[in-house]
């Protein structure tokens, strides 16, 4: 009787044996996998927020903390004087102004009209459909450096020269900066909706354009915020057709006067170089502005950083949502 008694122990021992090996085998793989995804996702995050710490560091330094290769990342005194000066020089409340008529204004009309655009696209047959989609996706293809020349002919016999219209009416009729994939985008979630949203309504007597408005639009305000997002960021940003269409420095965006405030500093950094190299002896020394160039950045993207914290979770929602199945 004792001998199998023996046996079982013997078995049932070496049965917990190998659970807790293999316990330990899932305890190290899970260590491993997850050390190695977090040293890779902190890599790339390293990729991406290093130039936002280098321009945060620039910034509150004195040009003689930026010559100084000593100085890598704490300057040696915190000085906000780069702020002061670059918001003077780069005009920032009118700057401000024109950029958010701008980018805010493409953005709110690009919503309205892509949106009303894709929807037609996405539940409706008509002559030619698969053409019009076709010179859709031609417009997104084609740079917009090579129509500068008609674009610019066609709005100045407008009087639109050194106004908002070349950006809000374009806006208006689902064109603009990046019109042709805002509509895309709105092609893409409306084939994703359920068909019997637009059955039910057709049976209370809703008619198209009822059934759109009342229905159909507000279930598209994940793909409205993506489009939002993006239309803000990219007309934020965007330099060449503001600089094709507004001539007055009255009527700069930020993006604009940062690029003149660029070229300034740079001009007043040589000199302040001559003048500081001359009457000093260190070794090394080669004074600039790139403090208060930073500074100007900063300022620049500050509004876009804000806007972003608080939609991110909106956007991030929605970048989600877009994927509803339909029947």
Do not use: H
């Amino acid at each position: 009787m004792e001998l199998p008694i023996i046996r079982s122990v013997q078995t049932l021992t070496k049965k917990v044996d190998n659970d807790k090996k293999a316990l330990l085998m899932r305890r190290t793989k899970s260590i491993v996998g997850n050390t190695f995804y977090y040293v890779l996702l902190f890599s790339l995050s390293f990729v991406f927020v290093y130039p936002l710490l280098y321009m945060i560091s620039q910034s509150f330094m004195r040009p003689a903390d930026v010559a100084d290769a000593t100085v890598q990342w704490l300057p040696k005194v915190l000085t906000f004087q780069n702020y002061v000066e670059a918001f003077k020089s780069i005009n920032y409340w009118n700057g401000l102004l024109n950029s958010m008529w701008i980018s805010f204004g493409s953005a709110i009309l690009q919503i309205i009209s892509c949106s009303f655009i894709g929807y037609g696209f996405a539940r409706y047959k008509f002559p030619l459909k698969g053409l019009w989609l076709a010179l859709l996706v031609f417009t997104f293809l084609v740079p917009p450096q090579t129509i500068v020349v008609p674009l610019y002919i066609f709005f100045s016999d407008l009087g639109w020269i050194n106004t908002l219209f070349p950006f809000i009416f374009p806006a208006l009729f689902g064109f603009g900066l990046k019109g042709a994939l805002f509509v895309l985008i709105f092609i893409q979630f409306y084939l994703n909706l359920p068909k019997v949203l637009e059955e039910a309504a057709k049976i209370d007597g809703a008619g198209p354009f009822r059934t759109y408005w009342t229905i159909m639009f507000p279930l598209a305000k994940p793909a409205m915020v993506v489009v939002f997002l993006f239309s803000v960021v990219w007309n934020w940003n965007d330099v060449f057709q503001p600089n094709m269409y507004l001539l007055v420095p009255d009527y700069f965006n930020l993006a604009q006067n940062l690029s003149t405030f660029n070229g300034n500093a740079n001009a007043q950094g040589v000199n302040q170089m001559q003048q500081m190299v001359s009457a000093s002896d260190a070794f090394g020394l080669t004074p600039t502005l790139l403090n208060q160039i930073m500074a100007a950045v900063m300022l620049t993207i500050l509004p876009i950083v804000i806007l972003y914290l608080f939609v991110q979770r909106a956007f991030v929602e929605g970048i989600e949502r877009s994927g509803i199945s339909g029947e």
